[in-house]
């Protein structure tokens, strides 16, 4: 009785500590005015987008597993077992091109903004929004 | 009790990545912010690793620790190192 | 910090309160949930099944290697089977990121090639380069580790479909070394080594170019003969190719592990085109863009 009320409070707990992370890089993002703070903010808000994801995958049971089968040749028992014990493989196959492709895109933002620095001397987004021309 | 165990500790690498996170936006000095934010994603790799994601933790090791914080502090060095207020 | 900003605060923090309250009493239902979704047991059992069946659990289906993928790794199973469609188009997401990046530089190039000639012209200058970097103790053991990290990204990736890895993962592992021999090293020591930016290039495409042909491979041989199926891996009973070859689980699994190669070769060259373009010297740009000025 007194675990499943501590195991509802540590997820809530969970929840609340993710969308407080959300929030921090959110107002990163909007808020601060150098350009790199903000591709870091923006790096944050994806890193938690994709624990969230990884999250839905997960299971509330003890012996879990990754969905690795141990053995080649399985067969029915071997199956059943490492089904009732695997988490749900879906969100991190999803998870996993995202990380990489967002890495991709953070490349291309940062040499936009070092190109911005060359060009125009500043990274701060106030300067950068009184050019002309 | 295992599972509580797996669960608290679970919440608290979600807190230090919380902790990490709000350092990393609130810090002046963009080298520091670039460090917070690679403690971040080591407390990330290890949340990934108890929710049995072990896929994620070999891509995520390698792109949020070394290549993103080496990128960034390049970039730092190109640029400018102090935000202004 | 101005009134409007304040009320954008302020409706940002009421919002996220808001759904962090929805998300704890269970919006998305009970997440997590103790059992498993339909969609992932589904893939779970049938990965690494082809002859066994599991009439009570799926009674429609009567013969499993339809629907198998040769693999013991549900995560590689998925990325490069079940869902490849969605895999071959991120990794095109990939590529025009990388293409971007360099086309920022573009407008350099010419002139990075002017440098060159010079430099090779004047080769007292390429003999000095042993000269700069760290201690020598820093140097050895970084080629060390280049060499060691290497092995390890081509482990991963090529064991991708039996244990956890594959081919983003190898391929993200493998850009570390190049960028440790830059920060130890210095970027002519990659350059010597052979990883010029132009050899990268063409070692990323020859990457996505393999993706492409086995993607499209069953595809093509399809429409000559009828019933075309994309992406195909194993034979499936109602498509015309026979699929790639599986002899037993253990040896060469499907496609699964040409992708996994080619995927390695794209993801770590893309990312080491990337870093030979970012530790460019900033005075060789100033120098251009000064001269840019100066003819307008």
Same mark, same amino acid.
């Not at chain 1, 690795?68 to 067969?75: A, E, F, I, N, Y």
């Not at chain 3, 009674?59 to 499993?64: A, C, D, L, Q, Y």
């Not at chain 3, 993928?69 to 790794?73: C, F, G, L, P, R």
């Given at each position: 009785m007194i675990e499943e009320y501590l195991e509802k409070i540590l997820w809530t707990y969970m929840f609340f500590v993710m969308i407080a992370t959300f929030g921090v890089s959110i107002y990163g993002i909007v808020f601060r005015p150098n350009m790199l703070k903000k591709i870091i903010a923006l790096t944050i808000f994806g890193d938690t987008a994709n624990v969230f994801m990884i999250f839905i995958g997960y299971r509330a049971i003890y012996p879990i597993k990754p969905p690795?089968?141990?053995?080649?040749?399985?067969?029915k028992n071997v199956l059943n077992t490492f089904v009732s014990q695997s988490i749900d493989p879906v969100p991190p196959a999803l998870v996993i091109t995202a990380i990489v492709i967002n890495m991709a895109i953070t490349l291309l933002i940062t040499f936009l903004a070092i190109q911005a620095y060359r060009l125009y001397g500043s990274l701060d987004v106030r300067d950068l929004s009184k050019l002309k021309g | 009790m295992f599972y509580l165990l797996h669960l608290v500790m679970l919440v608290l690498m979600m807190s230090i990545g919380f902790v990490f996170a709000f350092l990393a936006i609130m810090e002046r000095d963009l080298l520091k912010a670039v460090v917070f934010s690679a403690g971040q994603a080591a407390a990330y790799v290890i949340v990934y690793y108890l929710l049995m994601s072990p896929d994620i933790v070999l891509a995520y090791a390698a792109i949020g620790v070394g290549i993103y914080s080496a990128v960034m502090i390049i970039a730092i060095k190109k640029t400018e190192r102090y935000e202004k207020v | 910090m101005g009134t409007r900003e304040k009320i954008l605060l302020a409706l940002i923090i009421i919002s996220l309160a808001l759904l962090a309250v929805i998300l704890s009493f269970g919006a998305l239902g009970a997440v997590p949930l103790k059992t498993i979704r339909p969609l992932g047991s589904f893939y779970l059992y049938f990965m690494a099944n082809n002859n066994i069946m599991i009439q009570e659990i799926y009674?429609?289906?009567? +013969?499993?290697s339809d629907f198998w993928?040769?693999?013991?790794?549900g995560v590689t199973a998925i990325l490069w089977d079940y869902r490849g469609l969605d895999t071959l188009f991120e990794t095109s997401v990939f590529f025009f990121a990388i293409i971007g990046s360099v086309s920022v530089f573009r407008y350099y190039s010419a002139s990075l090639e002017e440098k060159n000639k010079k430099n090779t012209n004047n080769s007292s200058i390429n003999t +000095?380069?042993?000269?700069?970097?760290?201690?020598l103790i820093v140097k050895l053991i970084t080629r060390i580790n280049f060499v060691v990290i290497i092995a390890v990204s081509a482990s991963i990736a090529f064991h991708g479909q039996l244990t956890p890895g594959g081919g983003f993962q190898g391929g993200a592992t493998l850009a570390v070394a190049p960028l440790l021999a830059i920060a130890a090293l210095s970027r002519y020591f990659v350059e010597d080594v052979g990883l010029k930016k132009n050899t990268m290039l063409t070692i990323r495409t020859l990457g996505l170019l393999i993706i492409g042909l086995l993607a499209l491979a069953p595809l093509i041989m399809g429409l000559v003969g009828g019933n075309p199926y994309i992406m195909e891996n194993q034979p499936k009973s109602w498509a015309m190719f026979i699929g790639f070859p599986s002899f037993g689980l253990g040896v060469l699994l499907g496609s699964l592990a040409f992708y996994n190669m080619a995927e390695l070769l794209a993801v770590g060259a893309g990312f080491t085109v990337v870093f030979l373009l970012l530790t460019l010297p900033e005075e060789f740009f100033k120098k251009i863009l000064s001269r840019e000025v100066g003819e307008q």
């Open positions: 690795v089968l141990w053995t080649s040749h399985p067969d | - | 009674p429609s289906i009567t +013969k499993p993928a040769a693999s013991t790794e +000095k380069t042993s000269d700069q970097g760290l201690s």
